[in-house]
Structure formats: C-alpha cells, structure tokens
C-alpha cells in the first residue's frame, strides 16, 4: 500500500506470526541429514554472520561463527538497545542455531588471536561479516575535553546496564547530565532512549539536515526509502530535537572537561552548508555523544592480513557472488555494503551462504545466490 496511500502495519504482521510460530514449539532445531566435510569460518556474529552460518550449517557443512565479543549478537546484542529489541529475541535464535550444529567461538579476535592465514588454512572458506563499525569523528576546536565519546562507546555499556550485567555503575553514565548527541539518525536515538533512562538532567539532538517533511516528498516515490520526519519510541519518551545546526566548538569548564557546546544554525545554499550569520548560541553539555555515522569495516589486522581489495567506499570489495579478491573469502552484510539495517544483513547472509555452498559443493540446494547489486536482494 506504500504506492498510493499510507503502509500497512506489515513488521507487526510479521512479529505476530514469528510469535506465535515460537509459543507454539514450531521453531525447532532443523539439524542436516548428511555432512559434507567442508568446514567454514564466519568471522562476525552480527545478523549477517549468523544468517549465513545457519544457511551453511543446514546445508551440511561445519561452520564456526568467530566473535571478537564476549557474547554473540553484533550490533543486536551490543548496538541496538534492549528498549528497542530485546536481547532474548537474538538468545533463543542463538540456541535454535547450536541445536543445528553452528559452532560458537566468543572472546576471539580474529586477526589478533588467530591470524587471517591460520584461518585460510584451516578452512575450506571464510565469509567476513565484520560490520562496518569505524566510526565518523568531528574534529572542530575542544575535542580533546573529556566528556566527549562515540555513541558506540556508549551504547554497549547502556545495553548490560539495561540487561543487569553490570556489577556497579557504567564508566560512561548521563545520569544528572546535560546529554548532547550530535547526528540525528537511528544510532542517535538509542543513546537519547539509553540517556533518559540513566536520569539525564536534559538530552537535545542535533542534527546538520533541515527537518524533513511529514509525508514522502514527490522525489522520493515508492519504493524509495523516504527521507521523512521519523519520531521513535525514544523521542516520544523526552528530548530536544534541533535541526539546521551544526557544531563550530565544544567548550571545556578549564579543567579539561567539556562544559558547553557552540552551534550554528545552518542553511543549504547551492549544494553546500551555509552558516546562517549571528545565529551562534551555547548550549549546556556535560556529556557529548558523535554519532555521526559510519566509514565502512575497521580497517583491522584481518582485513590487512587477508589482503582482501577494499571499493572506493572502504567497503570489502565483492563481486555478484559476494566473493572478495581472495579466493575462497567472501563478504557479507555492513562489511560489503557499508552501515545499513538488519534485514538488509539477513538477505545479504542468505544470499552469501548460497555462493558459498556453490564454492565448495558446486551443485547446491540452497536457494540461488541474488547478487548484492540486485533490487530483488530486498526483504
Ligand atoms: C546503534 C545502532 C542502532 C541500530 N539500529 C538499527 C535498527 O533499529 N534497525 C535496523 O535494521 N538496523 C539498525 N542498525 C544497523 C544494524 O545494526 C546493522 O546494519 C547490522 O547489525 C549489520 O549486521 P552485520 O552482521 O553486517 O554486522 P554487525 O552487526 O556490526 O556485526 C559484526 C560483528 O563482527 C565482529 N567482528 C568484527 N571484527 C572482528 C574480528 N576481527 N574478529 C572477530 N569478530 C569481529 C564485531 O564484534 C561484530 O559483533 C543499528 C546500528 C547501530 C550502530
């Protein structure tokens, strides 16, 4: 209904039938009949590492699913907060999996503990499903004060926060503080939802863009993903949003620590960011957070030691069949396609399982693989 009037509500649709598929014991461990002997690492435990692990281990292949965390998840575990996906969801998919075969190995960096070759050795194939977790930074005058971090800093310490993990309280807490997020997107709205319940004195959002409008602009016609203004659970909740900004300074109190934060309001004039003169003001900050977006994979020691080709976005290169430069290595999920969203990891994982079967076995029984470049890759 997107084409010519407002969606149908399709995710509660889904989330129902999934639920209830749960509750009533459908969703079993579906172990294969037979082996192959082909053994395969998944470097990554994010949707997309997970999707193709259980494709693989189905197929009858031994798949072992690398994580560098202590816990197995990503961004679902340590990124996206409980209040927005609750963390069973991902543990009992997690259980069906090891009923099926999927072997885990949490608390292994790979790269570090294991090297790219030792891992190319070892096994028949690899798929990357590393994420893209580098993180943008904004280097304008103070931000060297303390009080200021990546909303990745932040978030996973909310997350075992907000999950009774943590013995005492978290290194960065909002609690009683003028909370500032710079970046107005999804990752921005975590840390605002994790601030407030922390007991924030007062959480504002920035954001460079104008506010977008209400409703799909005519050039963003169906299917596109409209740019449209977007109110999540965390914004109905509290919070300042302030669009048409941007951040000239960060001000220390003069003894290093953040205090205060200086923007601009901004217009776009012919393609560029204009500042809108005498517009600057101060605002309260006591705990600033960049989330600003991401620059594709970590460029880390696995990705140096395997030599896999990066595109000119700093993704891992791949080509139709998810493969990268080097043979036998595939890429799948944020890693090949840079920060993106969970169903776009799980079709990507699918998908990329299937190439990989067609490596190793040739003739495969898993649905075809859908090339990464491909509009059907849509789920
Ligand atoms: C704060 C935040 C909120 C988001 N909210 C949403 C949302 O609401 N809805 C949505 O659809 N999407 C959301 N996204 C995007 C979504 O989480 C990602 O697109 C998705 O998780 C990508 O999956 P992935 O499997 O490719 O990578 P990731 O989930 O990033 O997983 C990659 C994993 O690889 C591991 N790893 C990396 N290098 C190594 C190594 N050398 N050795 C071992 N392990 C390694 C990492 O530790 C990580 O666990 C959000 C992202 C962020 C940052």
Redesign the pocket.
């Known amino acids: 209904m997107g084409i010519n009037a407002d969606p149908v509500t399709i995710k509660q649709v889904e989330l129902r039938t999934i639920e209830e598929a749960f509750n009533n014991g459908l969703v079993v461990p579906l172990p294969p009949d037979r082996l192959t002997g082909k053994t395969i690492a998944v ?7 997970l999707a193709a692990a259980q494709q693989l281990t189905r197929a009858g292949h031994t798949v072992a699913v ?4 202590e816990r197995i998840g ?3 575990r340590y ?2 907060p409980e209040f ?1 996906m609750e963390k069973s969801i991902v543990d009992r998919r997690i259980a069906q999996m090891e009923g099926e075969g999927t072997r885990f190995r949490a608390g ?4 570090v503990d294991i090297t790219g070759h030792e891992l190319r050795t070892r096994y028949d194939a690899v798929v990357l ?3 893209a ?1 580098h993180w943008r930074d904004l280097n304008v005058p103070g931000r060297e004060n303390k009080g200021i971090y990546q ?2 800093e932040y ?1 996973p310490w909310g997350n075992k926060q907000g999950l009774q993990e943590l013995a005492g309280e978290p290194p960065i807490n909002a609690h009683g503080k003028h909370v500032v997020i710079l970046g107005g997107g ?2 921005g709205a ?1 840390c605002l939802g994790t601030a407030i319940r922390q007991g924030a004195a007062s959480v504002t959002q920035l954001e460079i863009m104008p506010r977008p409008t209400e409703e799909r602009p005519a050039t963003q016609p169906w299917p596109t993903y409209p740019m449209i203004y977007r109110v999540s659970s965390a914004h109905e909740e509290a919070g300042e949003r302030l669009y048409a900004v941007s951040t000239e300074e960060f001000i220390g109190d003069g003894a290093g620590n953040v205090k205060a934060l200086k923007l601009v309001e901004t217009q776009f004039v012919d393609g560029k960011f204009e500042k809108v003169p005498g517009s600057e003001r101060e605002i309260p900050a006591d705990l600033v957070f960049l989330a600003m977006g991401f620059l594709g994979p970590e460029k ?1 020691e ?1 990705i140096q030691q395997l030599e896999v080709e990066l595109d000119p976005r700093g993704n891992v290169k791949r080509d139709d069949h998810f493969a990268t430069s080097v043979e036998g290595v595939f890429v799948c ?3 090949g396609r840079g ?5 776009w ?1 799980i079709a990507e994982g699918r998908s990329a399982a299937a190439a990989v079967d067609e490596f190793l076995v040739g003739e495969t029984g898993l649905p075809a693989p859908i090339a990464p470049t491909s509009k059907s890759l849509t789920v």
């Open positions: 470097v990554g435990s994010g949707p997309a590492g690398y994580e560098r965390a990503g961004l679902l990124g996206i927005k292994v960096n790979v790269g499903a590393v994420g977790t909303a990745m978030l999804d990752t975590d880390s696995l999920g944020d890693a920060q993106s969203l969970i169903v990891a």
